[in-house]
């Protein structure tokens, strides 16, 4: 159950305060900040919630938070102002204390993982094509930013990849699901919500085997895991290697660096099996990563490559 209580319009504050409000913006809408040189719409608002935040600079808040935060005004003087602009008070939605969702990180980033996750057959086409089953998806916690929570605007349509631990989730990537060379278009593949580099799918190394897979990114390692029963972490690239992930890599008899068939795919294998000792290089055939080989040869022809 939602409280309602009348407040200023945000909307109508942003737009005295100079910035462009869309004429049609249900739930969180995605503007340029007007308190900053703003080219990214870096900056959210909600007109039923009745807030406002910019991920670009530090002005966030209520109407009178906002205005306080932006022209350094005490609350009396941003009210004040408010009546001077002659802003419409409208209704706005206030969730009860005990409904009100956690500040904290993790607990922002599981909420964002499992709402996501309930759009993920939006992603089935694209999980068809690369051979990553339902049950797979599912496993992983895959999702899809449909419909983004405050903050995720720029990865809208992505597929989401949580980043789990035993803790819980402590990171997300974002991937472009489209059929088309991304540095074309003008944008990354991927898009990180990390604060540092991480291991993706890290409790695979508290397998019982005495062997583990390192790859170059998450959906080989999510393929090698799900797909092909092989314990499997990934890396994003050899430049990301971080001194503790040798530590945390320790105890296995054979550690399979697989790289991608091309030059790139070799250094990564080369580069990141001289920090391991118990390393085994691995190159996959010409043109061929791992989700290639398992869509040609499926998870024999992959175990095959690895010897396993």
């Known amino acids: 159950m939602r409280l309602a209580e009348y407040k200023p319009s945000i909307s109508d504050v942003l737009s005295n305060c100079g910035a462009d409000i869309p004429d049609d913006g249900d739930g ?6 007007p308190f900053h040189d703003d080219s990214h719409n870096s900056a959210t608002y909600n007109e039923t919630e009745g807030v406002f935040k910019c991920f670009g600079c530090d002005v966030s808040g209520d109407s009178v938070g906002v205005l306080s935060k932006a022209y350094d005004l005490t609350p009396e003087d941003a009210r004040k102002r408010l009546d001077e602009w002659q802003v419409p008070r409208v209704p706005v939605q206030r969730a009860p204390a005990q ?11 599981l909420e964002a993982m499992q709402h996501y996750e309930d759009s993920l057959d939006t992603a089935s086409d694209y999980l068809t094509s690369r051979g990553i089953t339902r049950t797979a998806a599912r496993e992983a916690r895959l999702g899809v930013v449909n419909t983004p929570v405050m903050g995720h605007e720029m990865y809208r349509g992505r597929l989401s990849i949580p980043y789990l631990t035993t803790s819980g989730v402590v990171g997300m990537k974002f991937r472009c699901m489209s059929d088309h060379r991304c540095k074309d278009e003008g944008h990354a593949k991927y898009l990180t919500l990390m604060q540092d580099t991480r291991m993706y799918h890290v409790t695979s190394v508290l397998t019982t085997r005495s062997y ?24 994003p690239g050899a430049n990301n290697w971080k001194p503790h992930f040798a530590r945390v890599l320790e105890g296995f008899d054979r550690i399979f660096v697989i790289g991608d068939g091309d ?3 070799q250094e990564f294998a080369r580069n990141v099996s001289k920090k391991l000792d118990a390393a085994l290089p691995v190159v996959m ?15 024999v022809g992959v175990m095959n490559q690895l010897g396993v």
């Open 28 to 33: 969180w809408v995605s503007i340029a900040c």
């Open 99 to 109: 409904l009100k969702r956690s500040t904290k990180g993790r607990d922002l980033l």
């Open 212 to 235: 583990l897979a390192v790859t170059e990114g998450e959906i080989d390692a999510l393929v090698l895991n799900y797909l092909c029963d092989i314990p499997a972490v990934g890396i």
């Open 263 to 265: 030059k790139a795919g």
């Open 285 to 299: 055939p010409d043109g061929m990563d791992v989700n290639d080989m398992y869509l040609a040869d499926g998870a």
